[in-house]
């Protein structure tokens, strides 16, 4: 009796055994997906000098995702965000059709500009002030600059402290003609240039209108300050 009643309890444990792993083969491996979601991520073109960390989420254990037997389309679920708190859309286009998304947090590190001592408001920044830094931009909502190139033309509005990141926030167009100052007015006409001063009636920096007294005529013109003290005029 006990035989029977043992041998009954293999053959129900079989087939309960058989019943829980049969729709194993019948998914999609969740193995499978997570190390595409991980090559997506890795061979993603970002501009960065070093490596990029991500870390990804994993896969509930518990999906029940029927094979697919196309390539996966995975892509980033808003083309705005590949970086920093962001996730990953996985779908499977055919024959079946199912997506999931994926978090994930990917940290994109960069040479990024700071200050190399404390600078004051109203200063114009050079390259003497900066030096680069490596930091994850993932975290400087604010912006960045990689290079000074675009800085000659700027100025602080606050003070800055040593080895702070610069931003566009912190800077705003350098004035080139300040009010009441001395400038030169420049006239292109027929392929030559004529040149007269002025008194400046208001403050402009680069590309702006500028409103001028000239000197000889008394008569006030409007140019466009194109360098420093440096007023061009049409006719």
Known sequence: MNLIKTMTLWVSSIG???HTTMPLAERHSLASIQ????AFLSDYPYTSPYDVEFQLSKLDSRLNLKPCNSALDIRFTRADKVMGNTSVTIRCPQPVNWQIHLPVTVNVYDDVLVTKAP???GQTIDTRHLKARKENITRLSQGFFRSSDTLGELELKRNLSINTVITPAMLKPRLLVKSGQKVTITLDFKGMQIKSSGRALHSASLGQLVKVR???SNKVVEGIVFDEGQIRVGL
């Open 16 to 18: 309960l055994l058989l």
């Open 35 to 38: 190390l595409q979601a991980e």
């Open 119 to 121: 600078l004051s408001k």
């Open 214 to 216: 000239n000197t000889h």
